[in-house]
């Protein structure tokens, strides 16, 4: 299995049927989660099996399940730019915009706090008249989006508008990691409720 050279919190990594849980990752359901946004680290274990003789020696080593982890990268004073693409954590959702923290850009951990904003008719591409902020996004959301313009000195304006873009980790009400089941609902896999969003496609 192949595994994205930086991770994002949320990020599906592996089953733990076939990886061990390393610093920054956390288990749900029984899959591996990254905790953190950085590189992802796979360590393989090696465990010794004991010989005719009772004697532990190199030749009888045999491996372990690997071992999955993310590092957090040392701070980078990375700055976004128009195009760049950007995962975010949704802090404030009102009716004609959201707000969320900047936390990766074009793969590279933000060092310094950076706001974006997704206006109403960023979201998408169709019927932007349309648009319920609240149908589309909830607090504590993940978003991928792209930077559209650097707008004022304290917020960069971003776009969701393309299927790629979007949630691409949510929590239900009841506080359950959701997983997509549609371009516009997650679904929570423990109370089987939807929850409407606006859907990252995966790539």
């Known amino acids: 299995m192949s595994f994205p050279s930086l991770a994002h919190p949320g990020l599906l990594l592996g089953p733990i049927s076939k990886y061990g849980s390393g610093p920054g990752t956390h288990v749900h359901d029984s899959q591996i989660y990254a905790s953190l946004a950085g590189p992802v680290i796979t360590t393989s274990l090696i465990t010794s099996k004991p010989s005719p003789n009772h004697v532990k020696s190199s030749s009888s080593a045999e491996p372990s399940l690997p071992t999955l982890s993310v590092s957090r990268l040392s701070s980078t004073n990375t700055i976004p730019h128009v195009n760049s693409i950007v995962i975010c954590k949704v802090i404030r959702l009102q009716t004609r915009q959201i707000t969320a923290e900047i936390l990766v850009v074009d793969d590279e951990v933000c060092a310094d706090s950076w706001t974006g904003v997704v206006r109403r008719e960023d979201v998408r591409g169709y019927e932007k008249d349309k648009v319920v902020m609240g149908e589309g996004f909830r607090v504590g ?20 508008a393309r299927n790629e873009l979007g949630v691409i980790m949510a929590t239900s009400e009841e ?24 859907v990252a496609k995966p790539f």
């Not at 959301?141 to 969701?160: A, E, F, K, M, P």
Request: charged share 25%; net charge neutral.
């Open 141 to 160: 959301d993940l978003v991928r989006g792209v930077v559209i313009s650097l707008g004022d000195q304290s917020n960069y304006y971003l776009s969701t």
């Open 175 to 198: 506080g359950n990691t959701m997983h997509p089941i549609s371009w516009k609902e997650f679904k929570d896999p423990v109370t089987g409720n939807t929850e409407s969003r606006k």
